[in-house]
């Protein structure tokens, strides 16, 4: 294979490595089911059937009859006074909505996010389950009171303001179940997506009990911001090792133990998490999977706590709300900060990431950090691309000589190969030379890749002109119209055209049908990169502009 082919080769296997992840292994958003098809989810159809489990018993006492724990585990979420109530929580960085109905969240909007550019279009919505749906941060209590995350549970207040700096106020919710007196209290800070979260469970039995407290988040999967390149669903930290759970990967109800430090359901830039603070960080704890009508659901099962009689447990959470920042989860430890992770490429890419951030707080443009990092990227690698230039330049002076050889030895393939190769072992050339600068890149490219599609920091970040959103593909104009684009895509086009013009410079080293095959990679990358986000249209063309002025360089010096 000659040069001019595996350059070709590198080539498509970047690109089809890039659609194949796109495509295939980056999770995909389900569509929501209409309206008129949807069902109660799987937690409530649990609640249903909880006549066939047994209700919480106190250990040494026989179970309660099945009528007993059938009217026991048919809990309603209305009682006389009309719907559960709704408690709003307000602090400076996100207002939330709890609902009686399981002392659950309903709804949370983030006050320093926006739906689009340019601060408009309102306050993130970070979430906002249907009525239909369990509420995120609902409990339950094995055996027997799963459900819980369905029963009426009382607020200690009407609304609750955090503004003061430093402080921190609480907000309860309290039932009554089977005799068990049970508590949700959340801790609010003005200055912190984070809060804490008690469950409280008083036994005033004259026998003790041994449950299993399990606490749940839940999201819509069409949540995703038409954003392919981030994972949605439920993410956590099991044994080491991160575990992604996709809503394909949930319709199968999985379940998976080990030593579980947090759980997150995971949209792009942004997520919920759960981080249980009673018992060691490496304790053994079970993560359940669910997806069901349009909603994906994680529940997080701690170790069996016991209550004596007359007695008290709490089971305490840290839940976080917000940004995947590793400047902001860091602080929160427990391993949190292991959410925000780029796959295989982690290694490259944090460091990217990291040194975005920098050049973007000298400068104040995501942009710029941008054009700087790809000179950086550049000037490493510039003796390895400029040997390959020389390479190149060799092997287009020794196509003459190659060809003669094809020619006499065209009914021998064998002694063809043979004989051009000893060729390059003559003139110390390496076929190889020319498309091993690309291969090297490929890992740097990959990690761009993933850092503009799925750090919080690029998105709606501005660069100039019309291009708002360094995470969103490049268009001007967006609204005309324009078929599978709407508007216009200037950079890609820009690009294409400076990939047009590096390959011109760049030396044939193949027949003339090979190298007319290569003046169409520009016209494929062109229509590949069109929904790319901008950030990284504007990584390959200014790398493709350093790659022009070093090509002329190159050309213009001797081989």
């Known amino acids: 294979m000659d040069d001019t082919k595996r350059v070709l080769l590198a080539i498509v296997l970047t690109m089809a490595i890039l659609w194949g992840y ?36 106190p250990s040494g006492q026989a179970q309660a009859p099945a009528q007993a724990g059938h009217a026991a585990s048919q809990v309603e979420t209305t009682d006389s006074e009309g719907e559960p109530k709704l408690v709003r929580v307000d602090t400076p960085l996100f207002s939330a909505w709890f609902s009686e109905k399981g002392g659950a969240l309903k709804k949370m909007e983030l006050k320093k996010y926006y739906e689009k550019p340019e601060h408009q279009g309102g306050p993130y919505v970070l979430l906002d389950l249907p009525s239909t749906a369990p509420y995120s941060l609902g409990v ?13 549970f009382i607020a200690s207040q009407p609304q609750l303001s955090v503004t003061q700096p430093g402080a921190r106020q609480d907000l309860s919710f309290t039932t009554q179940v089977n005799g068990l007196v049970i508590t949700k209290t959340y801790s609010f800070a003005a200055d912190s997506y984070a809060f804490g979260l008690k469950v409280g469970i008083h036994n005033p039995t004259g026998s003790g009990l041994e449950l299993t407290p399990e606490i ?14 981030a994972f949605t669903g439920v993410l956590f930290q099991k044994s080491g090792s991160l575990v992604e759970l996709s809503a394909s990967d949930l319709e199968d109800k999985p379940l998976q133990s ?39 659901t994680g529940t997080l099962v701690e170790a069996p706590v016991s209550i004596p009689a007359g007695q008290s447990k709490e089971v305490e959470f840290l839940v976080f709300y917000g940004p995947r920042d590793l400047q902001i989860l860091k602080p929160l430890g427990r391993g949190l900060a292991n959410a925000v992770d780029f796959g295989w490429f982690d290694v490259i890419a944090k460091p990217m990431l990291a040194a975005l951030n920098f050049f973007e707080s000298v400068f104040g443009n995501y942009g710029v950090a941008i054009i700087i990092i790809t000179i950086l990227v550049k000037i490493l690698f510039w003796p390895l691309t400029a040997k390959s230039y020389k390479s190149m330049k060799k092997m287009q002076k020794l196509q003459p000589q ?24 003559t003139y110390k050339v390496n076929p190889m030379g020319g498309c091993l600068p690309m291969v090297v890149q490929i890992p740097v490219f990959i990690a761009f890749y993933k850092v503009l599609g799925a750090s919080i920091e690029l998105r ?99 081989a």
């Open 22 to 57: 796109t495509n295939f292994i980056a999770p995909q958003p389900q569509p929501t089911p209409p309206e008129a098809k949807k069902e109660a989810p799987a937690a409530a159809s649990q609640a249903a059937q909880a006549p066939a489990q047994s209700p919480a018993q």
């Open 140 to 152: 339950g209590l094995a055996p027997g009171l799963q459900n819980l995350d369905q029963r009426r």
């Open 216 to 229: 749940s988040l839940v999201e819509e999967s069409n949540k995703t911001e038409d954003n392919t390149y």
């Open 258 to 296: 080990g030593s579980v430090p947090w759980m997150a359901m995971s949209i792009p830039y942004f997520m919920g998490s759960v981080v249980p603070l009673t018992g060691p960080e490496d304790a053994k704890r079970s993560v359940r999977g669910q997806f069901n009508a349009g909603i994906m």
């Open 402 to 425: 190659i060809m003669k050889l094809r020619e006499k030895f065209k009914d021998d393939k064998q002694r063809m190969n043979q004989e051009i190769m000893q060729m390059y072992k």
């Open 460 to 558: 709606h970040a501005p660069f100039m002109l019309w291009i708002n959103d360094l995470s969103a593909p490049d268009r001007l104009f967006p609204d005309l119209g324009i078929p599978y684009v709407g508007g216009i895509p200037v950079m890609t086009l820009l690009m294409g055209a400076s990939m047009f013009i590096q390959q011109k410079m760049t030396p044939t080293t193949g027949d003339p049908t090979q190298a007319k095959m290569m003046m169409l990679m520009p016209v494929v990358f062109t229509f590949i990169f069109i929904n790319f986000p901008s950030g990284l249209v504007l990584y390959w063309l200014v790398n493709n502009l350093l790659s022009i002025g070093q090509q002329y360089y190159t050309n213009k010096s001797k």
